[in-house]
């Protein structure tokens, strides 16, 4: 999967809020189509680096790009999944019109959208709640709605932070494959920050494990499980079970 | 349904009062009791005055509060979103606010004279500062989070306001509204009694004036009415309006 430049590219990238150093020598590229995990105690900077790319600030020092342009303003290329979903959505609009937000926001034509929104909410499983508000969803119904939004730019980049940190373990499995399965169909690039190990392991080709304090990498692993992953079959492989020991003592050594 | 339970502590004391009345004996010029006040009231009715006097108020109520939270809604909206504008006007807002609305009366009468005009410009003077800060902190207390979702779609200035800042804080504006209304009514009705010849203030004055006692008290309830009927209208529409958002909590007592 080398192609002539990467995706996503840190060079040196630093951070300064307020006199504090929150990012620090971050160095990293991530190739077109490959789905990397950030990992870290909480505090070490993982938000803000999806915060960075995004466009939503800027470094102090280095550079951040995508595809070989520098990232200084939000761009339709990039999509960003937040944790807290119930503040994401819009709780005056149905689960239709969250996601006609994105296609609004893009001058898509009004003519087109339906048929785009319906293709959205079944990627998503969410046929048969096109009319309902954020407030009627569960949480993982309202997190599969703001990925339908996020979708509905088509990006060629999905950062997402944490998104299953505040659902519980069966829902998350459900959409940890999910995802995989959107974004294996699209080559999605996939930045996905998460602070359970498991979690990283099971998604990720690749994994970056942050420091904090300033918050800087600490560790980067390979993660050559084969795809299709699979809830029983991955977890059980041998190397799935060696990585997650070897992440383990290097989180702990970290104090993390 | 327990909503007779509500009217049980005012039927009673306008038993007592009636019972108070008819213990005494002669009449009185200075009050009268709820028997006569009711009997005044239909008379007012049926006469058709009442209705002239209650459209006269409510036609410079509706008409003062239009102008002045819609322009308190803009001036909020454009002060809330840009903090030049706001160190600009500070100065300006804090000396005109605190001027009592009633205190604006004789200059008005000097712009427009009797009728509509002064009364309206007036309760639009009384409703604009309320919408006007109770907008700026609408906009102020929007979830950070929709704004870093306009910014992230990359919606423009006139998408961001009106699909994003607006209907958020719709909920607001509209506590704003309720709120200015009742001001309005205030202030309609006190313009009406100190300077403007029409409406129920100036019913209210001539009733006085004349030594009506009961017609007074049957047009202060008939006022008392209006003002109840009105916050009632907005807080159904209110409920209407945010049933479905889990943001809002539309269990607010009246």
Same mark, same amino acid.
């Given at each position: ?74 761009? #339709? ?31 898509? #034509?009004?003519? @087109? ?49 944490? #998104? ?50 300033p918050g800087r990498i600490a560790r980067t692993l390979d993660i050559a499980l084969p795809r299709p ?8 492989? #041998? @190397? ?12 702990? @050594?970290?104090?993390? | ?43 007012t009715l049926s006469d058709g005055s009442l209705l002239v006097g209650s459209a006269e108020t409510l ?196």
């Open positions: 999967m080398s192609l002539p430049h990467p995706a996503l590219e840190f060079a040196a990238v630093a951070l300064e809020l307020g006199g504090r150093a929150i990012l620090e020598d971050i160095d990293f590229t991530v190739a077109r189509g490959e789905f990397v995990c950030i990992i870290g105690a909480s505090g070490c900077g993982k938000t803000t680096l999806l915060r960075l790319l995004a466009g939503l600030i800027a470094p102090s020092r280095g550079k951040v790009s995508l595809d070989g342009h520098l990232v200084a303003a939000p761009s #339709p290329q990039v999509a960003l999944v937040f944790q807290d979903y119930g503040r994401a959505l819009l709780p005056w609009r149905t689960a239709t019109g969250n996601v006609s937000l994105a296609l609004e926001a893009m001058g898509v #034509p009004v003519g @087109e959208r339906p048929q785009l929104i319906a293709a959205l909410l079944a990627k998503t499983g969410l046929v048969g709640h096109a009319d309902k508000y954020p407030s009627q969803l569960s949480g993982g119904m309202q997190q599969r709605l703001q990925i339908a939004r996020s979708l509905a730019q088509d990006p060629a980049v999905l950062l997402m932070d944490e #998104p299953f940190g505040a659902l519980d373990a069966m829902t998350r499995q459900g959409l940890q494959d999910e995802v995989l399965r959107i974004v294996g169909e699209r080559r999605t690039t996939v930045l996905f920050v998460t602070h359970d190990l498991d979690e990283a392991l099971y998604l990720g080709d690749r994994l970056i494990v942050l420091a904090a304090n992953r699979n809830q029983l079959a991955t977890r059980e492989n #041998p @190397e799935f079970l060696r990585l997650r020991r070897d992440l383990f003592t290097t989180m702990q @050594e970290m104090g993390a | 349904m327990k909503a007779w339970r509500g009217a049980l502590v005012p039927v009673l004391l306008l038993a007592l009062a009636e019972l108070a009345f008819r213990a005494r004996s002669g009449p009185s010029d200075s009050l009268a009791p709820p028997s006569q006040a009711i009997a005044a009231l239909l008379g036609a410079t109520l509706l008409g003062g509060l239009a102008i002045g939270s819609l322009a308190g809604l803009g001036a909020g909206l454009a002060l809330g979103s840009s903090d030049l504008l706001r160190r600009l006007t500070f100065l300006s807002i804090e000396m005109l606010r605190p001027i009592p609305s009633v205190a604006l009366l004789p200059l008005s009468l000097l712009i427009f004279g009797f009728g509509y005009g002064m009364e309206i410009a007036v309760i639009a003077f009384a409703t604009f500062w309320p919408s006007l800060i109770l907008t700026q902190s609408a906009v102020a207390q929007i979830e950070p989070r929709l704004l870093e979702v306009a910014r992230l779609l990359r919606l423009s200035r006139w998408q961001r306001a009106t699909k994003i800042v607006l209907p958020a804080a719709a909920p607001r504006l509209m506590t704003a509204l309720r709120l200015a209304a009742g001001v309005a009514l205030v202030v309609a009705v006190t313009a009406e009694i100190v300077s403007n010849p029409q409406g129920l203030g100036h019913d209210l004055m001539v009733a006085q004036e004349t030594l009506r006692p009961a017609r007074t008290l049957a047009l202060l309830f008939w006022v008392g009415l209006i003002g109840w009927g009105k916050n009632a209208v907005l807080l159904r529409l209110e409920r209407w309006l945010f049933a479905h958002r889990g943001d809002v909590d539309t269990r607010i007592a009246t």
